[in-house]
């Protein structure tokens, strides 16, 4: 009788020991869950606050995110006027909101965290130089199936990155894939000919999804060379991905919440095992290629995996290289930045000379007398103007989290602090640009970019300092190289069903999409 006694004693200590650990678990949980919703934010308000930027009240958890999410919807919902060019109200409504009533040192509330909108040049310009003070925000952990790569990288992990992707993106590569550019142009304004050509005067074709196959035909010609029909197939599907993170990012995070096997959340990982595998197989097969020397390294894939190799050699350390699930998501990255700032670039650029005759002339002039009725060569394509990309640069905003204690400006802002750099508010700042900042006007960068800016960090479409992206080179040639030719062979203005909408969704985009009347030259 004793010993029962004695066990079941034992196990009434067992469990109220476990009672008490799972107590002291629920106490630590809740008072983090506590922390994060409510006492860390107001810490971090008074402190913002006593340096003298404005905002609301922090609201428990969601912060500004109804009214910021209502403004939005206000905003999109009637288009702009055809000749409106001033979108800040439109795509960043509530950040227009804010500061026309707290003065330019402001802040938001993006749920728990304190949003402090920069628009002081030099102070972006800082923002920029630093980038190890200053990174990357901390995405929801859905959006990665899209692409990780460089972008998402920090630090020693990012300049190992970077120092190996540079030579697929050196200025001399990019010119030795012009020819593969040229071919996926030539096919586009060849489809577009044939179109015309059916009617007698003018046609209506919508562009914008020209301009998405064309740029993801690029990539897959100048990223995968020969396994050119599978660089398609990747392509089909991270458009599909795309739109799944999209819809995934508008609802509110929740930890755990992918891993439950809804709908969505199954084909999402369907496509990230799919890209990976055939980006997988694409790479084995050049490995193989390279350890026998039969492979080409005339891509960006083949220039990436010899420069990946030449650093392992180096180092006699594979440590020093890319493991091939690195390179996976280099490739994954390829698409989603080579396809999306092209492809918007191109559309708005095309809008905006629809609209401004004399400037479209002028711009097919300038073709004709550098180039003739043949292939654009490289040196002159430099001489097209960036305008459209001041007006519409690729994405509204760029965000920075502060990860430790950290002087900006005249500020001293805490770790936890997340910062927006919005491109199109400065792009758009009449303090800068002058009076007619919303205005379609190419001859203000006749002088060159810095003269523009009267040297100050006004113009960054692509971001700036050591982290400016990395295919930028590649977009503005591959652009410019399509402009070329569309303008030595067709006049265009807007169609009368064209429905002005700008949405920013990863990028600058036409909602209703850009159908323009074309006619054969």
């Known amino acids: 009788i004793g010993g ?5 004693m034992e196990i009434v200590a067992y469990y109220f020991l476990a009672l008490f650990l799972l107590s002291i678990t629920f106490v630590i949980y809740a008072w983090r869950l506590l922390d994060w919703a409510w006492f860390r934010p107001r810490k971090l308000e008074k402190c913002l606050r006593k340096q003298g930027l404005k905002g609301n009240s922090y609201k428990l958890i969601y912060g500004d995110i109804k009214e910021l999410s209502k403004s939005i919807e206000d905003a999109k919902s009637k288009p702009l006027n055809v000749s409106d060019d001033d979108l800040t109200p439109r795509i960043l409504p509530y950040f227009v909101q804010t500061i026309k009533k707290y003065g330019k040192n402001c802040f938001i509330w993006v ?3 304190p949003l402090v909108i920069v628009g002081d040049p030099e102070v972006i310009r800082d923002v920029f130089s630093k980038h190890a003070l200053y990174q990357k925000p901390k995405y929801p952990p859905q959006t990665k199936s899209l692409a990780k790569g460089i972008l998402s990288y920090e630090e020693d992990k990012w300049a190992k990155h970077r120092k190996i992707l540079n030579p697929a993106f050196h200025m001399e590569k990019i010119k030795d894939m012009l020819h593969a550019v040229h071919l996926s142009c030539s096919e586009m304004v060849s489809q577009w000919e044939e179109v015309v050509s059916m009617k007698e005067s003018s046609t209506e074709l919508d562009i914008w999804p020209y301009f998405q196959r064309l740029t993801s035909d690029v990539i897959s010609r100048t990223a995968f060379g020969s396994n050119y029909e599978e660089g398609r197939k990747i392509f089909e599907l991270q458009k599909e991905q795309a739109n799944h993170v999209i819809e995934v990012s508008r609802t509110l995070y929740i930890p755990g919440w992918r891993f439950l096997p809804t709908k969505r959340h199954r084909r999402m990982k369907e496509i990230e095992r799919e890209v990976q595998a055939t980006i997988r197989g694409i790479i084995d097969k050049r490995v193989k290629g390279m350890k026998a020397g039969e492979a080409n390294t005339d891509d960006l894939l083949g220039i990436l995996l010899e420069s990946n190799l030449k650093e392992i050699e180096q180092h006699g350390n594979k440590n020093f290289g890319m493991t091939i699930k690195d390179v996976i998501e280099e490739c994954k990255l390829f698409f989603f930045a080579g396809q999306e700032t092209t492809s918007v670039w191109l559309v708005w650029t095309m809008i905006l000379l629809s609209r401004h005759s004399d400037w479209q002339v002028r711009a097919r002039e300038e073709v004709l007398q550098l180039f003739g009725d043949g292939m654009p060569e490289f040196d002159g394509l430099n001489r097209l103007k960036v305008e459209s990309l ?4 690729p994405t ?6 502060i990860t430790t204690k950290t002087k900006l400006g005249e500020l001293t802002l805490p770790e936890g602090v997340m910062l927006s ?10 303090e800068i640009w002058g009076e007619d900042a919303t205005k379609f006007k190419p001859e203000r960068f006749s002088e060159g970019i810095s003269k ?41 203005e807007l169609s009368p069903s064209y429905t002005h909408a700008p949405q920013s969704v990863i990028t600058m985009q036409p909602k209703y999409g850009a159908p323009l009347m074309l006619h054969k030259l």
């Open 4 to 8: 029962r006694k004695h066990k079941v």
């Open 111 to 113: 749920g728990p965290k």
């Open 390 to 393: 001041r007006l519409y640069p």
């Open 396 to 401: 509204a905003a760029l965000g920075r989290r």
């Open 421 to 430: 750099l919005p491109t199109i508010l400065v792009h758009h700042d009449k």
């Open 452 to 492: 523009a800016t009267k040297g100050q960090m006004a113009f960054f479409p692509f971001g700036a300092g050591p982290r400016i992206c990395i295919v930028l080179n590649f977009a503005m040639i591959e652009a410019k190289m399509a402009m070329a030719m569309i303008l030595q062979r067709f006049a265009f």
